[in-house]
């Protein structure tokens, strides 16, 4: 199976599939409204309006699975959304990232990209120490660690890096617009 093979309901309750954007680039990241890192929707929605036209489309899947902040409903999202940050590109339906309910699609990238994050990590020192006193069960797995990581999938559909939550959407547009 690849990207592609997998559906999801969009923010108001469509199944989608994302074959649907078979042939674009993707940014596939894990949301929330109510996170130290929400204001990278400012980013990346001016990376989407940027870059839309030449074949980006950014997938933001609410998750509340990091301490509740993403407590509202998939009306309450999207509203806060697009009030707060206008953002216009896709959102799904509240999803698991991690565990025995996570979305496959999830699972699937986390195979594909397993993405580790500890002390070395640039930047992530923050986020390190806030895992080993909350989920410290994630670092050194391939587990998705916190709101906002993100994936990267070339328009034929290969997972081809993952960018942890201290990576802003500006410090990614380099790999994006070298891939469009």
């Known amino acids: 199976m690849g990207v592609y ?12 599939s994302l074959g649907d954007y078979r042939g674009k680039l993707l940014l596939i990241v894990n949301v929330a409204s109510k996170c130290g890192l929400t204001p990278q929707y400012q980013g990346l929605e001016a990376l ?3 870059y ?17 902040q993403e407590p509202g409903s998939e009306a ?13 590109f896709p959102l799904f339906a509240k999803i698991e990232v991690n565990g025995e309910d996570a979305h496959p ?6 195979t594909q990209q397993p993405g580790q994050v500890d002390e070395n990590t640039p930047g992530a020192e923050r986020l390190v120490s806030h895992l080993k006193k909350t989920y410290p069960e994630l670092l050194g797995t391939d587990a998705v660690k916190w709101n906002f990581t993100k994936f990267l999938v070339a328009p034929d559909g290969a997972v081809i890096e993952r960018f942890e939550p201290v990576v802003t959407p500006e410090e990614i547009e380099r790999s994006i617009a070298a891939r469009l």
């Open 5 to 16: 093979d997998y559906q999801a309901r969009d923010i108001k309750g469509e199944q989608r």
């Open 48 to 50: 989407y309006q940027k």
């Open 52 to 68: 839309h036209a030449q074949g980006l489309e950014i997938l933001g899947f609410p998750c509340d699975q990091f301490s509740h």
């Open 76 to 88: 309450e999202i999207a509203e806060f959304c697009e009030l707060n940050y206008g953002v216009s």
């Open 105 to 110: 699609l999830y699972r699937y990238l986390r």
